[in-house]
């Protein structure tokens, strides 16, 4: 179950976003020019997090068909909207942006509500570089009642992932 008020530190420290509460916009505070403005067009945010290098923030609602927009902070301009992501009635429920460095590719890992997982290649424009089913990942864990709760970078050199479930977490190679 998610919990509000939400926050996101940029990995550099620089930029706090925010969300009172889950029928409100996310704020981003610049910490350095002490600023704070508004990004999120609309309310229904689900999550949000900022890229490997603090350029953009991603925001996913609870619209079916999982919606990702992706906004750059430096401009405040939007400049990747993804509509029906899982292409089903599935709404996305974590996000999570993975730098992966032999690539040198900005990638978002997002998870839907039923256990999915999906990359989009951002630097590409690629919305669906890779996907995972949830058997893929549950089915080995013996976790197929699980759902998951949040994504979180462990920003390793070896593509990795965590996956926060109800009451453990998995370590996932995208």
Known sequence: MPVWPKFQLSRDGCLLAHQESSSSKVFVNDLRKNQIYCLSPNENITSFCFSYNS???ALTNNTPGGNVQIYNVNTQKLVENYQNL?????????SVFHYEKEKLVN??????????????NIDKGLQKYRFFDRNSIFDNFGTNNDSINNLLNTYDEQNTIIIVLNQKFLLFNI
């Open 55 to 57: 350029e953009y923030l």
């Open 86 to 94: 899982t292409g089903s009635n599935e709404h996305l429920v974590a």
């Open 107 to 120: 990638c978002l890992v997002v998870a839907d509500s039923q256990g999915n997982i999906y990359v989009s």
